[in-house]
């Protein structure tokens, strides 16, 4: 099985989750990882390159998805529209249609880079606290969807939806020095962030899809 990852900090608590969910070596041969953005996830399981991978929203309409998603409620902090001239981001699908539903104009920025334009102080419109002025509803940024091995995927989602990833220290320090943030900034984003998906949160993506 090739499973997509986006390669950005909101995933790593599922990542972590794989490693443990998968002990044997043989299963981790198998469940291989292809890491992008999330704009190039999205053509890499269309075109079926990769089995299954946690994509954009917005481009889950004809997807078999499970009911994991990438959610926050209120604000995200790592998607941002920037004051000044109208730029999409490249990495994104999903963001920069919520700007247009939100009849915002200015410069989507998201990701890592958009968490750390934050932390540093850096002024912008959080999208998802837009998205829950406007609606009252969280957003949905991405969902976890597949194209094959339909037991084992939701099996997967369930499993990990009941669980409580313990991020160890090192691993924290590892990944924060590499986007240049401190381990309480990155511990602090991710309570910011959840995975399950219930009736309020499958609402808002219907919502939102029919925009």
Request: charged content about 25%.
């Given at each position: 099985?090739?499973?997509?990852?986006?390669?950005?900090?909101?995933?790593?608590?599922?990542?972590?989750?794989?490693?443990?969910?998968?002990?044997?070596?043989?299963?981790?041969?198998?469940?291989?990882?292809?890491?992008?953005?999330?704009?190039?996830?999205?053509?890499?399981?269309?075109?079926?390159?990769?089995?299954?991978?946690?994509?954009?929203?917005?481009?889950?309409?004809?997807?078999?998805?499970?009911?994991?998603?990438?959610?926050?409620?209120?604000?995200?902090?790592?998607?941002?529209?920037?004051?000044?001239?109208?730029?999409?981001?490249?990495?994104?699908?999903?963001?920069?249609?919520?700007?247009?539903?939100?009849?915002?104009?200015?410069?989507v920025l998201i990701g890592d880079a958009a968490l750390k334009y934050y932390l540093e102080g850096g002024e912008g419109i959080d999208m998802a606290e837009a998205w829950h002025d406007k609606t009252g509803l969280p957003f949905v940024f991405a969902r976890l969807c597949y194209n094959r091995h339909e037991r084992s995927i939701q099996k997967l989602a369930k499993v990990f939806a009941k669980s409580k990833v313990r991020i160890p220290q090192y691993v924290l320090k590892n990944e924060a020095k590499k986007r240049g943030i401190t381990p309480k900034q990155l511990t602090w984003y991710l309570e910011q962030i959840y995975y399950t998906m219930g009736y309020k949160e499958k609402r808002a993506l219907k919502k939102f899809l029919h925009a």
């Open positions: 099985m090739l499973f997509g990852s986006i390669s950005y900090l909101n995933l790593l608590p599922f990542q972590l989750f794989l490693k443990r969910y998968l002990p044997d070596n043989a299963s981790k041969m198998s469940f291989r990882y292809n890491r992008a953005v999330p704009s190039q996830i999205n053509k890499a399981l269309k075109r079926r390159s990769i089995n299954a991978a946690f994509i954009s929203s917005i481009e889950s309409k004809k997807c078999k998805c499970t009911d994991l998603g990438i959610i926050a409620n209120e604000k995200v902090y790592s998607v941002l529209l920037l004051e000044g001239e109208e730029a999409k981001d490249p990495a994104s699908a999903t963001s920069n249609r919520l700007a247009e539903v939100l009849e915002l104009k200015g410069k």
